[in-house]
């Protein structure tokens, strides 16, 4: 059983800042890569950022420059740091991962519950 938990989000400002963070714990082998993606009300869930096993990312164009995505394989995290927060950002957010449980299964990608950020004054 492997398990992805969100937190760090809420209500921020135009221009502020926040830190999500995402812990997968259980039957765990390897972690591939590792994502973020944001749905918003009355839209699809859409990719925002993922990140490699050996660290290297890709981003969405909107938010190239403002998140960035970083990750700690000692620990089973990936983490979405975003600045410049616009209202355009608001959604729930979900993590993602690749995770093998054992040697011989092949990778399956799991989800976290999603975690509400919302861009307001």
């Known amino acids: 059983q492997v398990q992805l938990v969100e937190s760090g989000g809420g209500l921020v400002q135009p221009g502020g800042s926040l830190r999500l963070s995402c812990a997968a714990s259980?039957?765990?082998?390897?972690?591939?890569?590792m994502g973020w993606y944001r749905q918003a009300p009355g839209k699809q869930r859409d990719l925002v950022a993922t990140?490699?096993?050996?660290?290297?990312?890709t981003y969405i164009d909107s938010v190239k420059g403002r998140f960035t995505i970083s990750r700690d394989n000692a620990k089973n995290m990936v983490y979405l740091q975003m600045n410049s927060l616009k209202p355009e950002d608001t959604a729930v957010y979900y993590c993602n991962a690749d995770i093998e449980t054992d040697y011989y299964t092949r990778e399956h990608k799991y989800w976290g519950q999603g975690t509400q950020v919302t861009v307001s004054s």
């Open positions: 259980g039957t765990i082998f390897s972690i591939n890569a």
């Open positions: 990140i490699t096993s050996g660290g290297r990312t």
